[in-house]
Nanobody, 128 residues
Framework: QVQLLESGGDSVEAGGSLTLSCTTS????????LAWFRQSPGKEREGIAA????????FYADSVKGRFTISRDSAENTMFLRMNTLAPEDTGRYFC?????????????????????WGRGTQVTVSS
C-alpha cells in the first residue's frame, strides 16, 4: 500500500522560505510521478510542481516558477519543495500526490484526477 507523508509546513512572514518534504512508502520501483498541490482558502486545489521519482525534468506552475524548486532524494524516497520569497498568496495546505507513470509530462502533470495516492497535507501560512 502506497503511503505519502508530508512535513515542513509552518507559519512564516512574507519573503521567508520553507522546505516541504514528502516521504513515500510502498513503491517497489521509481516509476511514479510526484506532484505538489496547493489548496488555498476559497480556491480549488492546484498543481504547483512535479518531478518523476526516477529521472526527468521538473515542472512548475507559472505562479511559483523561479521561487519554488522541487527535488528528489531517491535513496530516502523523499521529494522536497523548496519555497523561497514566500508571499501571502502562497498560504494554503500543501499536498503531495503520486501516480504510476514512466515520466511526468508537461501537458498533464497538473491534472489532479490522475493522481491516485495522496498525503494528508501540511499547512503553510504566510503573513504580510
Amino acid at each position: 500500500q502506497v503511503q505519502l507523508l508530508e512535513s515542513g509546513g509552518d507559519s512564516v512572514e512574507a519573503g521567508g522560505s520553507l522546505t516541504l518534504s514528502c516521504t513515500t512508502s510502498g513503491y517497489t520501483d521509481r516509476d511514479y510521478c510526484l506532484a505538489w498541490f496547493r489548496q488555498s482558502p476559497g480556491k480549488e486545489r492546484e498543481g504547483i510542481a512535479a518531478l518523476h521519482a526516477g529521472a526527468g525534468p521538473a515542472f512548475y506552475a507559472d505562479s511559483v516558477k523561479g521561487r519554488f524548486t522541487i527535488s528528489r532524494d531517491s535513496a530516502e524516497n523523499t521529494m522536497f519543495l523548496r519555497m523561497n520569497t514566500l508571499a501571502p498568496e502562497d498560504t494554503g495546505r500543501y499536498f503531495c500526490a503520486t501516480k504510476v507513470a514512466l515520466a511526468c509530462w508537461g501537458d498533464d502533470w497538473f491534472d489532479r484526477p490522475k493522481y491516485t495516492s495522496w498525503g494528508r497535507g501540511t499547512q503553510v501560512t504566510v503573513s504580510s
